[in-house]
């Protein structure tokens, strides 16, 4: 068992590279990669929900009664910040339907377990990220869908009942699942929380070459402003998210949390959803499969500046 601990801790450690690693050889070597069929991304992100259920706690609910105004600055700044940056950008740079679509979906989408281990690299409040990721996942049903079709109603058709059955399925089950495990049978989950960091980068890696293997000609030709559009909204939701939290004078662990959540999103979600709700646009799927490669990386770089800050 101690030797899974330390696989899953290199795992943990060196995800970012981990990934792009598998993304680079999923888009340049595609055939060798497809493999991973795309039908498998939702049973992997069921995995990796079903995972963060089984570090869930009480207490960690009960953050949202102690501190419930943190809770709904969080909340709020995730579900508007990300998706007008998302629906701003794509207007800027003239995305084509189908990219728009993608993009505003990871926009969307709530926060990722990736954004609870990057606020524990960076020094951040880490019992805030969990709070502020749990709650709007469990929103993400009514509210993910809800402003997809405000956002997108001119543009294209939103299949929201699709995709509200489809977060309730892959999302909030799953989590339920191991929250109640890990409630009744804590005791036998504490030693299988610790090799979680392993399993969730490996169906993160999976669920990034099935998008990215056999999507591969359709990102190298959509050019950089896919990429720069993926980008600049990651970026700038960490400014946005840091700027609030210095104009709300929260403390430097909190803003670091704030900033972490906005800007870092739960792209697989994303990427998954865009076959539920626009079946027609086959290139919606992009720009979740771009997100879920660049903000592990840009998450690590952040750690690595905020560890440089000071705590208060």
């Not at 869930?56 to 700044?77: M, Q, S």
Request: a positive charge.
């Amino acid at each position: 068992m101690r030797i899974l601990e330390k696989i899953s801790s290199f795992f943990g450690k060196y995800m970012a590279i981990i990934v792009l690693v598998v993304a680079a050889f999923s888009l340049f070597l595609p055939e060798r990669a497809m493999w991973v069929q795309t039908s498998w991304i939702n049973y992997l992100l069921m995995v990796v929900m079903f995972g963060m259920g089984l570090t869930l706690k009480p207490e960690d609910f009960r953050l949202v009664f102690t501190r419930p105004k943190d809770i709904i600055i969080g909340c709020a700044a995730q579900f508007t910040i990300m998706p007008l940056l998302a629906f701003a950008l794509g207007k800027v740079f003239g995305l084509e339907t189908a990219l728009l679509a993608g993009v505003i979906l990871v926009g969307t989408c709530p926060g990722g377990t990736s954004s609870n281990v990057i606020t524990y690299l960076s020094g951040g409040d880490v019992a805030l990220s969990v709070g502020m990721t749990s709650v709007n996942t469990l929103l993400a049903p009514f509210l993910t869908p809800a402003i997809t079709y405000l956002l997108l109603r001119t543009n294209v058709r939103v299949d929201v009942a699709s995709m509200f059955l489809s977060i309730i399925k892959v999302v909030i089950i799953p989590i339920l699942l191991g929250f109640i495990i890990n409630k009744f049978l804590g005791k036998y989950t504490r030693s299988i929380v610790k090799i979680l960091p392993m399993v969730s980068v490996i169906a993160i890696c999976l669920i990034v070459d099935a998008v990215v293997s056999h999507n591969a000609e359709k990102i190298l030709t959509t050019g950089a402003v896919v990429f720069a559009v993926v980008i600049l909204h990651n970026l700038l939701g960490y400014a946005c998210g840091f700027g609030l939290g210095r104009l709300l004078k929260m403390d430097t662990p909190k803003t670091k949390a704030l900033s972490v959540e906005i800007g870092m999103q739960n792209s697989g979600l994303a990427t998954s959803l865009a076959g539920t709700a626009f079946p027609d646009l086959a290139m919606a799927t992009v720009p979740g499969a771009i997100f879920s490669v660049w903000h592990n990386i840009s998450g690590a770089i952040l750690a690595n500046i905020f560890n440089r800050m000071e705590k208060h």
